[in-house]
């Protein structure tokens, strides 16, 4: 087969989605298949050249640290990207993995030239844009009346002005839907989205994932508690919130923060005077995930947004417990987990919780009593077993 991705942002910008879209390609690739992704250029000093075979389109930054990009959904782009799949081969499926722009110019694609589409919901739209702006109901109704324009005849005739009602505009040209966790794809189905929906974790590289193992040592290394955070440095991931609970909880640990974005600043100033605190920037795949391993918890701080949440399943699989705020990822995962009360709470309440929590970590990680994440997960993890069940939903979709 030969499958076109479509998505939002470059695959080497930073992201989850991005990483199980990279992750992807590589296995489709493994067993066979031809992979071309369409998504926005970069810019900035991280910008790199296409891959062999890619889909560079035209776009402008849309972030301060020029990170992020945008594409135009229209005729030029259209244009744009038929003349640079000709030189492809034949396309048999489209597969959109994005929620905005590349959602749009990913259905435009498919119904311009009659390919089935298998879209893969990545976002909790209405949480998302309601963490960043307190004017979300009027953005909302922005982008319904921008999905409506751009996709006009595939998912315009879906009415209403929420978030629901644009993940139903973008799921009514696909021929199939699927979402990286249970908790998502039922909200997916409750709110009429698409039904059914088909769960397709995000996974880890399996070969990465054998080498960072095989490199772990045996024994936990002596010291006190190792926490990780790592992710993305912007409101919806509540690293400040994090932060402010970890100095107030005073618990003798290390932590290490991996990533960046706008609030890395803010969150400096938080932690400042605090020599136990550890700013590493972005790391390559690997060094994440070594960094995860050697870790006596990760942190995950999010809560609503995620639609996964693939830190805490890729700590699961190298053995490491989580700190979970989101208490849909908790059951999610089974086990394996110390769970933040207060989720349902004021931002106050979900700090109390948290300083409680890092406490409760701290101590069971120092008497040797942290919990254990469970096989089945790590197991079922694993990018080669998530790509056959893509591949599954790729046969029933061509029929």
């Known amino acids: 087969m030969h499958i076109v991705f479509f998505g939002d942002q470059h695959l080497e910008s930073l992201g989850g989605a991005q990483v199980s879209m990279r992750l992807q390609r590589e296995y489709l690739e493994r067993a066979g298949h031809t992979v071309t992704v369409v998504a926005p250029k970069m810019h900035g000093p991280r910008a790199v050249a296409p891959a062999l075979g890619d889909v560079d389109l035209p776009s402008v930054p849309i972030t301060v640290d020029r990170e992020y990009a ?42 311009r030239h009659g390919i089935p589409v298998v879209h893969t919901m990545h976002n909790r739209v209405d949480v998302g844009i309601a963490a960043v702006t307190p004017l979300h109901r009027p953005a909302l109704a922005v982008l319904n009346a921008w999905r409506r324009r751009a996709l006009r005849g595939i998912g315009s005739a879906v009415p209403g002005h929420d978030g629901w009602a644009f993940l139903r505009g973008l799921a009514a040209g696909a021929s199939a839907v699927t979402a990286p966790s249970t908790h998502f794809a039922r909200r997916l189905e409750e709110h009429a989205v698409f039904s059914p929906v088909d769960v397709v974790w995000n996974g880890i590289d399996d070969d990465v994932r054998d080498a960072t193992l095989a490199d772990a040592p045996a024994v936990r290394t002596p010291g006190r508690p190792r926490f990780v955070w790592l992710g993305r440095m912007s409101p919806e991931k509540r690293l400040l919130p994090f932060l402010e609970a970890f100095v107030e909880s005073g618990v003798d640990a290390e932590l290490e923060i991996i990533g960046g974005g706008a609030q890395r600043g803010a969150a400096e100033k938080i932690v400042a005077g605090h020599g136990n605190v550890r700013f590493a920037g972005r790391l390559t795949y690997p060094q994440t995930l070594a960094r995860i391993a050697a870790a006596d918890a990760l942190v995950q701080t999010s809560i609503g947004f995620e ?67 469970m096989r089945e997960v790590s197991e079922a993890f694993r990018q080669s077993s998530r790509t056959a069940a893509m591949i599954e939903v790729y046969g029933r979709v061509l029929g």
């Open 70 to 111: 945008m594409s135009w959904p229209g005729r030029r782009t259209d244009r744009f990207v038929d003349r640079a799949l000709t030189r492809r081969p034949p396309v048999d499926l489209v597969h959109v993995q994005a929620d905005f722009w590349g959602a749009f110019i990913g259905h435009r694609y498919a119904a």
């Open 307 to 373: 639609t996964q949440g693939m830190t805490p399943f890729e700590a699961a699989t190298l053995g490491t417990p989580s700190v979970i705020s989101d208490p849909d990822i908790a059951a999610e995962l089974g086990g394996g987990l110390w769970a933040v009360p207060g989720a349902a709470g004021t931002e106050e309440q979900r700090k109390a919780g948290l300083v409680e929590t890092l406490r409760r970590a701290a101590s069971d990680i120092s008497a040797g009593t942290a919990p254990a994440p």
